[in-house]
């Protein structure tokens, strides 16, 4: 398991470690591949990885996924780039802190084989950034975006720990070699907390490539991205994108600028098959319901008069 | 050494083994840390990597520079991401060919600090390239640029073995801390093989972020790849830039459409100090002279002329 601190709050966010695309336990598949791959993550990759982690100090999340972005990934669904670079920095320390050099060249290999890695990094570093964010009176600024595969939700800073859902809706995507939309889930996954913290679908202009992966244009990866500054309330001065002269990525959703322009987040992910034991089958560009931001605002106005009224 | 080979024509090129920037025998420094990393290169690097080539087998070089191209290098000034590319391509060979762990962490460490590493790989790339180009009766085609610091010279496809030289220009850059345009040599180097063959300048669209490192703006980036398709043959079928919905980097450079034109070649380079012992002291862009493109059109017309007399 992954810790990430939040070095200016103190908060914490955990996150597995990434098996991989295709028939992986995250997307509901099972069976004995999964099992095999689950039990070598844990019994090899992962003491491996923690003598390393030990030996090299924390990573830098953050410097990394800047570096990411200028490189192609956008930290959801492309992430060559950082997975690359997580590579490079604990490489020495890897070969350091471990004796069995064919485990090391087995974790290696892993490692090399899997551009998802770096994913289970970027997910707790946006969670780590916005639950310093949460529970803020009167914040409209969304804190959280999740899917179950059933329903849609989001929460607001300023509204706590609860709950606006809608039903969950499909995913607009592309399909590993043998299954198509017929086969697809709902919207589910923890995963949209990327496009939550600015980057994902909100950094797509910095990643063209990411088309071939999850359909459309390298022209809508750049409309996307200017389109997602109409909903949020300020630009990363530390996540750029190169190709828009170096402007950051637009950050914080702000649940009032979404119900006022009807524009939703973009979020790019995953498609799980829709029947257990299969695992991940494409993946896509999602439109998130409205109706669970609309109904977000009208509690945060709620709660706003609830404390005119007690002053 | 590297020995790259060219697998559809059999030919070779040959490079050092990059040593990274500032201090480098490659830019005239001399002295006892010059010396004391080519050792160390020479009795722990090269070995180390030599046995984990002889393991792993040859590495498909354009395969690694088309995805280094989506990930924002260029292939000669920004080459961040061949260079992770190679690292996590090669770790698990280089582990296991390699008993001792404290020299493999020692080559890891090293290659992660040098973001260069992958250049003396797309210089002999473009050179096996080209070189498979050399000697067709007839053609215009830029096969060699290069400069001596004192004169910048071409060759063609069509005039052999002959350089067609004009004085070498300065180039218009960014320097390293404590240096200036005063401190510059003329434009040098065999690097501007990688322009020749069609990426480093020729492919700044699909590298914004070098503008950081050798000047200009993002904008110019995409101009001058733009620029670049009006004096070139082809557009590559493995060089791609994704932010331009794919397109091929701009490939071959005709000397006839560089006269009528009056564009000429655009070469991102390394700046070296004119004063020997010191090394590369920034990096920018250059204009090459407009005269030796004349002159070997001109040559090249006269051999024609030549042939046709000989019927």
């Not at 100090?57 to 492309?78: C, F, I, K, S, Y």
């Not at 899997?114 to 964010?133: E, I, S, V, W, Y």
Request: with cysteine; aromatic share 6%; glycine share 10%.
């Amino acid at each position: 398991m992954w810790v990430v601190e939040n070095a200016a709050h103190g908060n914490r966010a955990y996150c597995t470690l990434n098996e991989g695309l295709g028939a992986v336990l995250r997307y509901g598949a099972f069976g004995d591949e999964v099992y095999e791959r689950l039990r070598w993550m844990r019994d090899r990759l992962a003491p491996a990885l923690a003598r390393a982690i030990e030996l090299h100090g924390p990573v830098d999340l953050r410097t990394l996924l800047a570096q990411a972005l200028q490189m192609g990934d956008e930290g959801h669904n492309r992430n060559r780039a950082g997975t690359s670079l997580l590579i490079r920095e604990l490489a020495p320390a890897l070969v350091r802190a471990n004796a069995d050099r064919e485990r090391i060249a087995e974790v290696l290999a892993f490692l090399h084989a899997n551009d998802h890695f770096f994913l289970n990094l970027t997910m707790p570093a946006g969670k780590c950034a916005l639950d310093a964010a949460a529970e803020q009176s009167g914040s409209s600024l969304v804190t959280v975006m999740a899917r179950n595969g059933t329903e849609f939700g989001i929460r607001l800073s300023g509204t706590g720990d609860r709950w606006f859902t809608a039903p969950a809706p499909r995913v607009d995507g592309l399909y590993l070699p043998g299954y198509g939309p017929d086969d697809a889930a709902p919207d589910i996954g923890d995963s949209a907390i990327t496009e939550t913290a600015g980057y994902g679908g909100f950094a797509m202009a910095t990643a063209p490539a990411i088309v071939q992966f999850v359909g459309g244009s390298p022209a809508l990866a750049v409309e996307t991205t200017e389109r997602m500054r109409r909903i949020t309330l300020a630009e990363s001065p530390v996540y750029q994108i190169p190709s828009l002269s170096f402007r950051g990525t637009p950050t914080g959703i702000d649940v009032l600028r979404v119900v006022e322009t009807g524009i939703v987040p973009a979020i790019n992910t995953g498609i799980a098959h829709r029947l257990p034991g299969i695992g991940m089958v494409g993946a896509g560009l999602v439109t998130p319901p409205l109706a669970c931001f609309r109904d977000a605002a009208r509690a945060l106005a709620e709660t706003l008069e609830g404390e005119d009224d007690a002053r």
